[in-house]
């Protein structure tokens, strides 16, 4: 469960009604007095290290303000698998050049990779970051190549949205006008020619709201995605 903008008394609310094997790793940097929260279920993953904790880059090399984002690797004990999962909270102004998506997305997985001791790359199988992006182009083709050296040849990730899949186009933002600010980005690593390995995907197989924002005390819906890998 990936969570934003959150106060310290929603924290506090949560956690207190969290089962003892739902763990959440919560990040309040760049600034803010927010709390982004990424939540895992324990007895279905083990974290890997330590999570990481930091902002988007923005165009201008500098850090965003007040939007922090959390990013782990998570091993599956059920497919034994790694998977490198992220909460995020992206800038507005992306159609302006403010950032760019897949670059940080990248920077956020090396971060990961390093906060959890190092772990090799091509030891990852999928990659999900879910969160508020602030954005709407969600036809774009996003590939992020290996998070370390960017080489072409790299075993690379291509990126799917949740939006605009199974379900179609989610509005999850706004009264008058919304928008589908809210998203999952799923992924696994790509085989290639230079790079031989069994290869696993994840299936989206639903997309949905979960909540009213009226109840939630949120300007967003909540959704949930489901996987079959």
Known sequence: ?????CTGTFLSNLES???????????????????????????RFDLVGAPWFGCFQLADKTLDKGRPVVSAVLRDRK??????????????????????LSPNLAYFM???????????????????????????????????????????TAPRVQLYSAQGGVSGTLLTQGYKHPVPFDNVLYGSRVTDAYHSYEAHTLELTRFAIVSDKHTTGSDHQAVTATFAA
């Open 79 to 100: 497919l034994g698998r790694l998977m490198i999962v992220g909460s995020v909270h992206a800038p507005h102004g992306s159609s302006k050049g403010n950032y760019k």
């Open 110 to 152: 090396k971060a990961a990779l390093h906060a959890a001791g190092d772990v090799p790359w091509h030891t990852v199988t999928h990659v999900v970051f879910a969160g508020d992006y602030n954005r709407t182009d969600w036809n774009a083709k996003r590939e992020v190549y290996e998070p370390v050296n960017y080489p072409k």
């Open 1 to 5: 469960m990936c969570l934003q903008e």
């Open 17 to 43: 009604m969290l089962p003892a094997s739902h763990v959440p790793l919560r990040a309040q940097t760049c600034g803010g007095s927010y709390w982004a929260v990424l939540v895992y279920n324990r007895e």
